[in-house]
């Protein structure tokens, strides 16, 4: 019997089809970025994929991800809109990502998470022999796997109902590779042969009330490498928990949400007046940014307090045109070390705990 997706096949769009049948077949599309790293570059890598941050949707900054790389292996740090595309255009598989870290789940933070699962998902062995995807975050973590994976098997059933040796199924159903690890407290959350990470809690959600029952957290990443320390401050505002955690790292990736107060609030002004708020919505909103993120001081004097080595910025939440030089001139006045403002797909490569940009375009 000739397969559906082939009679669709017609002359104007040959390519199409066959990357569908390659698809329906369960066979990686001929367009999977190449394994650039299967040699494992012996040292680590940062790449930045989204430095915007919320709330609002831009064209030339993706939502916060930013991957890292150690000895071949990658993880990803949270997962906004526009993860997927901006990992493609890096040359990354996202099924080479097994292990995925949210620092918390604001929606500029995770709403890019089930695209990329079904990216993964779409290149699992059949035979379940890829292994277990494992994503690491706060409470409700779980519940927002749990969610996107119900949401992208509703449109693999069709594929697997024609081709069912193409997929992993179980009791009939499609297997799920995903594997949620809530955590609800400061400490170690994960280990393998290449890095160690260890979570704190950071000030972001401070004072925000519990809704209905559901636990709230937000943390911050200390990771340990063979070739220096990352630290992660995920979204924060100034933090004592965050300062400790951060003690002497190598490299401090930090949120950086605003330059500085006339910049925060040309933005809080901009975008009150274009989604209508009222003036009790504005002074929340600027609340939320004083106290519940960093602007260039604070993370200058965060970086100072910490003894970090160095800092990379990202999280820029303005609007406009970012002048990336001013972002670093005002960490610099109140840090020493070097100071870097990526785009996305800046990449920064660290070796001897020693970090330098390596970008490739
Ligand atoms: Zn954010
Ligand atoms: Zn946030």
Redesign the pocket.
Known sequence: MRNPLQSLCSRPLPLLCCTLLALAAGVSSADAAPDTHAAGPRRAEIVFLGTA??PLLRLDRSR?ATLFQVDGHDYLVDCGIGTIRRMMEAGIESGRVRTIFLTHL?A??DLGLADVMANDYLHEDPAGASGPIAIYGPPQTRELVDAAFHYIVVGFRPFAAQNPAAYHLVNGELADPFIAHEFDRDGMIFRDDSIQVTAAENSHYAGVPMQRGYEMKSYSYRVRTPYGVIVFTG?TGPSDNVSRLAKGADVLVA?SSSRDREDRDRFIEAIAAREHWSPRRIEAFRTHFELQHLDTEAVGRLASKAGVKSVVLY?YAPNDKSDQAAYVRGVKKFFAGPVFAPDDLDRYCMSSGTIQSCSKH
């Open positions: 941050g919320g916060p604001h500029d933070h979204d949120e999280h």
